[in-house]
């Protein structure tokens, strides 16, 4: 047998009703179980509200406008449908903000081969810009690190990685 929040709401007042009515039974009995019928119902309130708060609509969006993709996240067509593409982290446009440089370049004495001890030539370098929030200021670190290769056996090597100092956004 199930009883929905409407019966026992029903049931409850039924209960008040009939209690009232009756002449055999003592006033303090009586208020007992019109305390106790009361808790029900209260309880009964607190749960229907627990059930919308956890099963309930979460938000107050309006399904009936379709939504638009927007013009910066490109579709991808997909066998009966198109998905759009997966972007990571917060996309900032940082180009207006100022910017400090800070150059990771390997030793003097480290710029040789480790196979032939040949010296090395600068063929490019890696950059990764920091996002810096300071309180009222906003700023770019961007970290260059100088890439090498050795001419005659064609390795390669650069300034070791740098340990994040900052959580990604």
Do not use: W
Not at 84 to 93: N, V
Not at 114 to 138: V, Y
């Amino acid at each position: 047998m199930t009883l929905d929040s409407v019966n026992i709401k029903e049931l409850i007042q039924k209960a008040l009703l009939s209690l009232e009515q009756e002449a055999h039974i003592s006033s303090s009995f009586k208020a007992l179980i019109t305390v106790l019928l009361n808790l029900m119902q209260l309880l009964l309130e607190e749960l229907q509200l627990n059930r919308q708060r956890r099963f309930g609509k979460k938000t107050e969006v309006d399904t009936s406008e379709p939504i638009e993709p927007k013009p910066d996240n490109p579709l991808i067509p997909v066998a009966a449908h198109t998905r759009a593409t997966k972007t990571r982290g917060r996309k900032i446009d940082t180009q207006a903000l100022p910017r400090f440089k800070v150059y990771h370049d390997l030793e003097a004495g480290k710029q040789q081969c480790p196979c032939c001890a040949q010296a090395l030539d600068t063929m490019g370098f890696d950059s990764a810009e920091q996002l810096e929030i300071i309180p009222k200021r906003l700023y770019v670190i961007e970290h260059i690190r100088y890439k090498y290769s050795c001419r005659k056996c064609q390795k390669s090597l650069r300034h070791p990685n740098l340990k994040r100092l900052c959580l990604r956004l």
